[in-house]
């Protein structure tokens, strides 16, 4: 059974940094695309970043581009996003996502979701 448990969720100031986590478990993941989206209350939920398990290649939203950063680290199975120059309107529920494909799918059309990290960024 595929399981993705997201960790590193918290309080922060603005400016500040975070680092989430995913563990992914229950199956091999080489030809996954994992990514990491996000809701805020009232609001869809949106791609964040995404990165193929295989090869490294990245993927960010406008919105974060230059302050986050997906990661992941094959001998642990978990992608890591580090969040820096972090704004109040990155106060959001985190969510870890995989999904079987050879593309970047930036819609919630994903195979697996974690229960979710809140984030909460203060002025």
């Known amino acids: 059974q595929v399981q993705l448990v997201e960790s590193g969720g918290g309080l922060v100031q603005a400016g500040g940094s975070l680092r989430l986590s995913c563990a992914a478990s229950?199956?091999?993941?080489?030809?996954?695309?994992m990514g990491w989206f996000r809701q805020a209350p009232g609001k869809e939920r949106e791609f964040v970043a995404a990165?193929?398990?295989?090869?490294?290649?990245?993927y960010y939203a406008e919105s974060v581009r230059g302050r986050f950063t997906i990661s992941r680290d094959n001998a642990k199975n978990t992608v890591y996003l580090q969040m820096n120059s972090l704004k109040p309107e990155d106060t959001a529920v985190y969510y870890c996502?995989?999904?079987?494909?050879?593309?970047?799918?930036?819609?919630?059309?994903?195979?697996?979701w974690g229960q979710g990290t809140q984030v909460t960024v203060s002025s």
């Open positions: 996502a995989a999904k079987f494909t050879s593309v970047v799918v930036t819609t919630t059309s994903q195979d697996y």
């Open positions: 990165i193929y398990w295989s090869g490294g290649s990245r």
């Open positions: 229950g199956r091999t993941f080489s030809s996954y695309v």
